[in-house]
């Protein structure tokens, strides 16, 4: 067992004991990174829009681990289940990420959305 003073500061995880932060202003784990671009989106769940309307392109406002802040041309229904694809870029691979839709607002430029992505169990 690994006692808590040897484990570097980088991999404790926030919002655990004495790092608790008290103030809550902000929960999130994973550090957001500003993006710019598109991705392709492919909604997969089964009501009549997401089966009218199955592909979106949204515009890159922020990615993390976690999940992405995009805006969309299309309303979204919290809850409902996408599949996210990132073209390659450079000699980068692409990438491809599922989730659930967690907020959708209307903006002056269309609908501001958060998508949290599934988890991965380890092997």
Same mark, same amino acid.
């Given at each position: ?30 550090? +957001?990174?500003? /993006?710019? %671009?598109?991705?392709?989106?492919? =909604? #997969? ?9 199955? *592909? ?32 390659? +870029?450079?000699? /980068?691979? %692409?990438?491809?990420?599922?989730? =659930? #839709? ?9 609908? *501001? ?11």
């Amino acid at each position: 067992m690994v006692a808590m003073a040897e484990i570097p500061e980088t991999l404790k995880m926030p919002g655990v004991g004495r790092f608790a932060n008290s103030s809550n202003s902000n929960r999130r784990i994973f550090e +957001r990174t500003p /993006a710019n %671009g598109q991705v392709l989106g492919h =909604r #997969i769940d089964h009501t009549i829009s997401a089966r009218q309307n199955p *592909r979106l392109n949204l515009q890159l406002n922020d990615v993390s681990i976690g999940g992405l802040a995009a805006l969309s041309d299309e309303p979204l229904a919290p809850g409902e289940r996408l599949c996210v694809t990132f073209p390659r +870029r450079g000699l /980068a691979p %692409g990438w491809n990420a599922s989730g =659930r #839709i967690i907020r959708c607002e209307p903006s002056a430029t269309g609908y *501001r959305v958060a998508i949290e992505f599934d988890r991965l169990l380890a092997a």
